[in-house]
């Protein structure tokens, strides 16, 4: 099985910065990466397929970079809004696993 | 207006049974693959299982093989997730959530609100 490891677990940052986060697959996954983000109390929601493809209606400060094992999801002005869980999911092959998560959260 | 709702939810003893449902409405479901996710209480999110738009392909995580069957219903557009020999580490919400695409291989666009599992005696 594809094991997906994020890091940091949670991070802490002003408005306005720079967030990024990163997510590793123990094999290779060409750009079959999801990116999933997660308000506290509700459904995810998908924010990045085919690893660097925002979905309709995601912010544009949201960029995307990587392929094959390792993969970056970066906000690039956080805002308020922006707090959340955020999730990298593999979707090469079955099972398709979620990394642990990143906790953002304002300072 | 594409929608998810899940159903089925509620408490079970160890070594019980539940089945859970989505009905799915605003989209031709039968050409969208479809999974369930769960959460366990503070968890992050675990694949469940995958089912391909016309029923054919089904995929697993190893810790729910043998005991939960994911199926569909395309005539009442609605998916399915029969669970046997309910364990307390089963205790999540579920998600049910639609592929972008036919494909299992593709992220999950759209998600249900949840319906909740507790395993307990």
């Known amino acids: 099985d594809i094991q997906m490891t994020q890091s940091p677990s949670s991070l802490s940052a002003s408005v306005g910065a720079r967030v990024t986060i990163t997510c590793r697959a123990s094999?290779?996954?060409?750009?079959?990466l999801a990116w999933y983000q997660q308000k506290p109390g509700k459904a995810p929601k998908l924010l990045i397929y085919?690893?660097?493809i925002l979905q309709s209606g995601v912010p544009s400060r949201f960029t995307v970079s990587g392929s094959g094992t390792d993969f970056t999801l970066t906000i690039s002005s956080l805002q308020p809004e922006d707090v959340a869980t955020y999730y990298c999911?593999?979707?090469?092959?079955?099972?398709?696993?979620f990394g642990g998560g990143t906790k953002v959260e304002i300072k | 207006e594409v929608q998810l709702l899940e159903s089925g939810g509620g408490l079970v003893q160890p070594g019980g049974s539940l089945r859970l449902s989505c009905s799915a409405s605003g989209f031709t479901f039968n050409t969208f693959a479809m999974s369930w996710v769960r959460q366990a209480p503070g968890k992050g999110l675990e694949w469940v299982s995958i089912?391909?738009?016309?029923?054919?392909?089904?995929y697993y995580t190893d810790s729910v093989k043998g005991r939960l069957t994911i199926s569909r219903d395309n005539f009442k557009n609605t998916l399915y997730l029969q669970m046997n020999t309910l364990r307390a580490e089963d205790t999540a919400i579920y998600y049910c959530?639609?592929?972008?695409?036919?494909?299992?291989?593709?992220?999950?666009?759209?998600w249900g609100q949840g319906t909740m599992v507790t395993v307990s005696s």
């Open positions: 094999q290779h996954i060409s750009n079959y």
């Open positions: 959530a639609k592929s972008r695409g036919g494909a299992v291989r593709d992220g999950l666009h759209i």
């Open positions: 999911q593999n979707y090469n092959s079955a099972p398709l696993t």
């Open positions: 085919a690893a660097s």
């Open positions: 089912i391909s738009g016309g029923g054919d392909a089904t």
